[in-house]
């Protein structure tokens, strides 16, 4: 294109002089009768000439090959860009290790430590009914299942739990996962798809995130556990836009949050769910086997009918003291998982006596409804023990078993804030041999709520238990945040 530029300017050029001359008052041809301009055919001549220099090869001189030793230097020179970024100071995490079960009592790095880092919410890690129901699912079905259930993967336990876990919530169907945290960024992409639109709680853990990730849909974040910051978000999208009311549109919280310990406000989320018209997809990890008056989760708890949440999930992994995690509400909502959620498709089916240790964890709850006074009491005191603690203050929920504690004034940034808290996390385990976690995020994690310390409370605890770690905090943030309050 460079070369020809000059070749078409010089043809101008030349043409423009024959142009003149054909455009004397004599100059006319005569083609089939008609008579023509002679500008008109020197334009003719000049298009020609254009299309004919744009459309040849362009003059390439011929490469020479590179010598062995070339070669050899452009090799040495190379740097390939790493697989990961390098590891930020202060980004390395060493991990208490456990020795032994993760119930109210632990042995962490050789030592007998109170535990709070583990939810445990029912204290049933190490029951004795569960484990005899999983040596038996051992002895008859093996370990693993070695395929997933679509593919003789499965069991007939299974499809007990499955029944189990509706019978319990009152829903016509459930659904199992392998993984408790692969259910929700399972669950969400199977219903909600590009072009759909999903409002979400900005305080959504990682997992949730990843789902909404997957999904590809419109995602609108309202604040954290607001409802007239719901309301109002649900009245934006909606108002006068006739194009949302022929998509998909759903609601997406989690009954206890995670990253904060709050509860949300179920009835006033389903209320404006009818108004809006929307789905509800509501995360039950941490509520189910918890909230309620039999713990049957949060809509027995503000006393919803079930139908009314369009989709709910749960992971086994806290209350029930197992692993994997369900879904569970109409039977089209269940039977469109079996083919189109790839968690469910894809995964190998959860080992037989995990499920074996489900059943036998709803039915100890049915069995023993008293355990759920005795977390709400443990809870309970804790915050009545935790309310004057120094430089920190609670701010979960008070029926939560996650009990929330942040700094009143902040040390000017997260990164400080986190080192001051996993400071008060350190101290209180090596020196009074109390094992509790901060709420520190990964990279992945774009969840904005604060940090603070998180503490899982489990009916397991007795007075005691609770009390040392009321003391501990206590003297250990005087200490550290002297300077903070």
Request: glycine content about 8%.
């Given at each position: 294109m460079d070369m020809a530029l000059p070749v078409v300017n010089a043809t101008s050029a030349v043409l423009a002089r024959v142009s003149a001359a054909f455009n004397a008052p004599l100059a006319r041809a005569v083609v089939f009768g008609v008579h023509i301009d002679g500008h008109l055919v020197v334009e003719g001549l000049l298009i020609a000439v254009i299309v004919f220099q744009l459309t040849r090869k362009s003059y390439k001189p011929p490469k020479k090959p590179l010598t062995e030793k070339e070669i050899d230097e452009l090799c040495d020179d190379w740097k390939p860009?790493?697989?990961?970024?390098?590891?930020?100071?202060?980004?390395?995490?060493?991990?208490?290790?456990?020795?032994?079960?993760?119930?109210?009592?632990?042995?962490?790095?050789?030592?007998?430590?109170?535990?709070?880092?583990?939810?445990?919410?029912?204290?049933?890690?190490?029951?004795?009914?569960?484990?005899?129901?999983?040596?038996?699912?051992?002895?008859?079905y093996g370990v693993g299942s070695c395929g997933p259930r679509g593919f003789y993967g499965t069991i007939d336990v299974h499809l007990d739990c499955e029944a189990k876990i509706a019978k319990f919530l009152g829903t016509p169907d459930s659904i199992l996962y392998s993984y408790g945290i692969s259910t929700i960024f399972s669950v969400i992409p199977a219903f909600c798809k590009k072009g759909d639109i999903i409002v979400a709680d900005e305080g959504v853990h990682w997992a949730v995130q990843n789902g909404l990730h997957l999904s590809r849909s419109t995602v609108v974040y309202f604040k954290h556990n607001d409802m007239a910051s719901l309301a109002s978000?649900?009245?934006?999208?909606?108002?006068?836009?006739?194009?949302?009311?022929?998509?998909?549109?759903?609601?997406?919280?989690?009954?206890?949050?995670?990253?904060?310990?709050?509860?949300?406000?179920?009835?006033?989320?389903?209320?404006?769910?009818?108004?809006?018209?929307?789905?509800?997809?509501?995360?039950?990890?941490?509520?189910?086997?918890?909230?309620?008056?039999?713990?049957?989760?949060?809509?027995?708890?503000?006393?919803?009918?079930?139908?009314?949440?369009?989709?709910?999930?749960?992971?086994?992994?806290?209350?029930?003291?197992?692993?994997?995690?369900?879904?569970?509400?109409?039977?089209?909502?269940?039977?469109?998982?079996?083919?189109?959620?790839?968690?469910?498709?894809?995964?190998?089916?959860?080992?037989?006596?995990?499920?074996?240790?489900?059943?036998?964890?709803?039915?100890?709850?049915?069995?023993?409804?008293?355990?759920?006074?005795?977390?709400?009491?443990?809870?309970?005191?804790?915050?009545?023990?935790?309310?004057?603690?120094?430089?920190?203050?609670?701010?979960?929920?008070?029926?939560?078993?996650?009990?929330?504690?942040?700094?009143?004034?902040?040390?000017?940034?997260?990164?400080?804030?986190?080192?001051?808290?996993?400071?008060?996390?350190?101290r209180v385990l090596k020196e009074d041999s109390v094992f509790i976690v901060t709420s520190k995020k990964s990279n992945l994690d774009r969840c904005k709520l604060p940090i603070g310390i998180r503490l899982f409370v489990s009916a397991g605890h007795t007075e005691s238990d609770i009390s040392t770690l009321s003391k501990s905090l206590k003297r250990v943030s005087a200490s550290v945040l002297s300077d903070y309050f």
């Amino acid at each position: 294109m460079d070369m020809a530029l000059p070749v078409v300017n010089a043809t101008s050029a030349v043409l423009a002089r024959v142009s003149a001359a054909f455009n004397a008052p004599l100059a006319r041809a005569v083609v089939f009768g008609v008579h023509i301009d002679g500008h008109l055919v020197v334009e003719g001549l000049l298009i020609a000439v254009i299309v004919f220099q744009l459309t040849r090869k362009s003059y390439k001189p011929p490469k020479k090959p590179l010598t062995e030793k070339e070669i050899d230097e452009l090799c040495d020179d190379w740097k390939p860009e790493p697989l990961c970024p390098p590891i930020k100071e202060g980004a390395r995490i060493d991990t208490p290790m456990l020795e032994s079960a993760a119930g109210p009592h632990t042995i962490v790095d050789g030592k007998e430590v109170v535990n709070f880092a583990s939810a445990n919410y029912l204290g049933l890690i190490g029951n004795e009914k569960i484990i005899d129901s999983c040596v038996g699912s051992l002895e008859k079905y093996g370990v693993g299942s070695c395929g997933p259930r679509g593919f003789y993967g499965t069991i007939d336990v299974h499809l007990d739990c499955e029944a189990k876990i509706a019978k319990f919530l009152g829903t016509p169907d459930s659904i199992l996962y392998s993984y408790g945290i692969s259910t929700i960024f399972s669950v969400i992409p199977a219903f909600c798809k590009k072009g759909d639109i999903i409002v979400a709680d900005e305080g959504v853990h990682w997992a949730v995130q990843n789902g909404l990730h997957l999904s590809r849909s419109t995602v609108v974040y309202f604040k954290h556990n607001d409802m007239a910051s719901l309301a109002s978000t649900l009245e934006k999208l909606t108002r006068g836009n006739k194009r949302a009311e022929k998509i998909r549109r759903y609601i997406v919280v989690e009954s206890i949050y995670q990253n904060s310990g709050q509860i949300a406000p179920l009835d006033e989320i389903v209320r404006l769910k009818e108004k809006y018209r929307f789905r509800v997809i509501l995360e039950e990890s941490h509520s189910f086997g918890v909230l309620g008056k039999s713990g049957r989760g949060l809509a027995e708890h503000y006393g919803v009918p079930i139908e009314k949440i369009d989709i709910i999930t749960a992971g086994m992994g806290n209350a029930l003291a197992t692993d994997g995690g369900f879904c569970t509400g109409s039977v089209r909502v269940v039977d469109h998982q079996r083919l189109s959620s790839s968690g469910y498709v894809f995964s190998a089916s959860l080992p037989p006596y995990l499920a074996s240790a489900a059943i036998s964890a709803v039915n100890y709850l049915e069995e023993n409804p008293s355990i759920l006074s005795n977390l709400r009491s443990n809870i309970a005191l804790l915050h009545k023990e935790l309310s004057d603690t120094p430089g920190l203050e609670i701010s979960s929920h008070a029926l939560s078993p996650i009990v929330f504690l942040k700094l009143k004034k902040s040390a000017g940034s997260p990164t400080a804030d986190l080192d001051l808290l996993e400071t008060i996390a350190e101290r209180v385990l090596k020196e009074d041999s109390v094992f509790i976690v901060t709420s520190k995020k990964s990279n992945l994690d774009r969840c904005k709520l604060p940090i603070g310390i998180r503490l899982f409370v489990s009916a397991g605890h007795t007075e005691s238990d609770i009390s040392t770690l009321s003391k501990s905090l206590k003297r250990v943030s005087a200490s550290v945040l002297s300077d903070y309050f």
